[in-house]
């Protein structure tokens, strides 16, 4: 499940997680698939904050030099 979910991009991630929540929020679905869809809801849940943390400390790298940004090594992009 890790593997399928690191081949996702940000927004695809944010949207299924955003699906598992109605679901789960509708209360039309038996338990165990509810908990099926709260482990897969977790499972995104981080790889979604790790994504936005990862973006945070790139934004982050870009200091303003003389009013421009400084440009990230090729490697950084």
């Known amino acids: 499940m890790a593997d399928e979910i690191e081949g996702l991009t940000f927004e695809q991630a944010l949207n299924e997680l955003e699906k ?13 698939k509810s908990i099926v869809q709260y482990e897969r809801g977790e499972a ?3 790889y979604c904050s790790q ?3 990862e973006a945070e ?7 303003l030099s003389n009013g421009r940004p400084q440009s990230l090594d090729a490697a950084e992009i």
């Open 20 to 32: 598992i929540v109605k679901t789960l929020e509708s209360g039309n679905i038996d338990l165990d």
């Open 44 to 46: 995104l849940k981080k």
């Open 51 to 53: 994504k936005l943390q």
């Open 57 to 63: 400390q790139r934004v982050e790298k870009i200091s």
